[in-house]
């Protein structure tokens, strides 16, 4: 598929995303939120898909933010709007079957760290900085930032960042849990591809059943995690690869998943 601001390549299973208006700092418009729901969709029904990783075109940028272009004309309700959109997009990557990792290789702010901390984990370049800079617009975040930076680094840290709209470096954001990984940039992608070597060979349904639960850990809509976890654990006995996976275990053997 062809999207006008986003690359894609599919190399070993993992669909490469990279936004891609480096001149804008690959800032969050309208298109850029089109192509993205259209990939996840794309990387979700493509059986030659395992996993997806998202990053930024060029060396100084994942995502600088929503595109503060689009902001001047919007009246309340076309605000609202845009940030019900945002959110719905950001929640398609959440809830994706398959693992989605942000590679953040630079500014990963506004929108562009609320795109990152929608992504099932994250791991950065030495260069990178986080931050919500809202308020310096006299803006708050719309695509989930309140809630997944307070949930990720605590709450009054992130207190601090929405407030004073400062920037984390690399170093801080792996002290507060943010990313899992600091990388030099050259070998940002190559740790990227390590992790996911190691989840591919994994069952895929088994995999799909943890981003289900652990997601539900982290919402407070009615959703009982604990029962999510029974099922997704009753679902996996219902699969092949289970069987294969306890099998191999006890011939001291490799498992061959085949993702059913
Ligand atoms: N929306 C639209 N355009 C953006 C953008 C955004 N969020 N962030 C950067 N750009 C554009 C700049 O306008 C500039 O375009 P131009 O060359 O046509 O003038 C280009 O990207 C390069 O940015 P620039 O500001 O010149 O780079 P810098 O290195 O001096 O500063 C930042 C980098 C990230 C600190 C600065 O661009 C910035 O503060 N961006 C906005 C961050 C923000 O508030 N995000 C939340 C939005 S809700």
Redesign the pocket.
């Known amino acids: 598929m062809n999207y006008s601001t986003l690359l894609t390549e599919v190399k070993n299973g993992t669909c490469i995303v990279t936004i891609n208006r480096p001149?804008?700092?690959n800032?969050l418009n309208k298109q850029v939120f089109t192509d993205l729901e259209n990939v996840i969709d794309y990387i979700n029904s493509d059986s030659e898909i395992k996993s997806a990783v998202l990053t930024g075109a060029g060396d100084k940028a994942f995502v600088?933010?929503?595109?503060?272009?689009e902001f001047a004309s919007l009246n309340r309700k076309e605000a609202e709007e845009l940030s019900r959109r945002g959110q719905m997009i950001f929640f398609k990557i959440e809830n994706s079957s398959k693992p989605i990792i942000a590679a953040v290789n630079g500014?990963a702010?506004?929108?562009g760290c609320e795109l990152a901390m929608a992504c099932h984990f994250r791991l950065c370049s030495t260069n990178a900085k986080f931050g919500q800079?809202?308020v310096?617009?006299g803006?708050i975040p719309g695509y989930g930032g309140t809630q997944r930076l307070t949930k990720l680094i605590g709450k009054g840290k992130s207190m601090e960042l929405h407030m004073t709209g400062n920037f984390m470096n690399a170093e801080e954001a792996y002290h507060y849990h943010l990313v899992n990984y600091v990388t030099e940039p050259e070998e940002l992608l190559n740790k990227a591809f390590e992790l996911i070597k190691s989840i591919h060979s994994k069952a895929p349904v088994a995999i799909s059943k943890v981003i289900h639960a652990i997601n539900a850990a982290e919402t407070e809509n009615g959703n009982n995690g604990f029962e999510i976890e029974i099922n997704g654990f009753g679902d996996c006995f219902e699969t092949e690869d289970l069987k294969e996976g306890a099998s191999a275990f006890m011939e001291k053997r490799k498992p061959v998943f085949k993702g059913k």
């Open positions: 001149d804008k700092l800032a600088a933010g929503a595109d503060i272009s500014f702010l506004g929108g800079p809202e310096n617009l803006l």
